[in-house]
């Protein structure tokens, strides 16, 4: 689950919980720079409470000032802080995203949060990126037939499918994860030689991909829109999975009716 991290963390190794001078240290010696959406260099810098004007809060502050706020030894914030590092570009256009988000809110008065912002903030937080190399498999995971996608049929998806945790709660979820723990999933179609690059190679071209998805006004615009992805059933994520019986636990494997009710009553 952590592969899509380990290059960035390799910078982070030592003695002692990474600061923020370890982070931009990392981003200094890159040879392409990191900048936000708004075209500010990117750097963390540690959280200061109270945020009462808007451009100091969280999101407003990484886009007009470049600032990711940070606290010291906590995994949310670290895990954030190496899936910016990971993926920066679909990072950046997230926060354009919620930044235009909280423009729209607060010019119209609304005093709750719209349905776009629980789909960027649910991606953020609990996101999968699934490559698939075959539309058959994505229909299946779509349409959360499980057993015949993660049983079945999961020499193919070993072959022509990968899931790369994006969230950063899901990251932290993944230290001591626990059956029920699910993901929300954004499918990238790939080509069948995707999966034979190197690790480096595919995480720069699905970034690529996913910023595009999120640059685009058109899409995560609700909850809905992200498929439910129960990350425990993925072949070789959980001993479990090993065994047949594992994926007959509807009440984590759910049916899309089930599945669909208990989104309706949230």
């Known amino acids: 689950m952590f592969d899509p991290l380990r290059a960035a963390a390799r910078g982070l190794r030592g003695p002692y919980w990474p600061g923020c001078d370890d982070l931009n240290r990392i981003i200094a010696s890159r040879s392409v720079s990191m900048v936000t959406a708004g075209g500010r260099p990117l750097r963390f810098v540690e959280q200061r409470f109270p945020q009462h004007a808007f451009e100091d809060k969280y999101e407003p502050r990484i886009f007009l000032r470049g600032e990711v706020q940070f606290r010291a030894c906590n995994w949310h914030d670290l895990f954030n802080a ?25 010019a119209s008065g609304a ?33 959360f037939q499980w057993k015949e996608l993660f049983w079945r049929r999961r020499a193919e998806v070993v072959a022509r499918m990968r899931f790369y945790l994006f969230g950063h ?98």
Request: glycine share 8%; proline share 7%; with cysteine.
């Open 82 to 106: 190496l899936v910016w590092l990971t993926f920066p570009a679909a990072k950046a256009a997230l926060n354009r995203r919620h930044y235009g988000e909280l423009e729209r809110q607060r």
């Open 111 to 143: 005093p709750n949060r719209g349905p776009a912002q629980d789909a960027l903030t649910l991606f953020d937080e609990g996101g999968v990126i699934v490559a698939a190399g075959d539309a058959g498999l994505a229909a299946l995971l779509t349409g």
């Open 169 to 266: 709660a899901l990251y932290e979820k993944a230290l001591a994860p626990f059956v029920g723990v699910t993901g929300r999933g954004v499918i990238c179609e790939v080509a069948g030689a995707f999966f034979a690059q190197p690790l480096a190679q595919q995480l720069r071209e699905l970034d690529a991909m996913l910023a595009a998805r999120l640059g685009d006004p058109v899409q995560f615009l609700a909850p809905r829109d992200l498929a439910p992805v129960p990350i425990l059933g993925v072949p070789g994520w959980c001993e479990d999975s090993e065994r047949e019986h594992y994926y007959d636990n509807l009440d984590y494997f759910r049916p899309a009716k089930a599945a669909k009710a208990t989104a309706a009553r949230r």
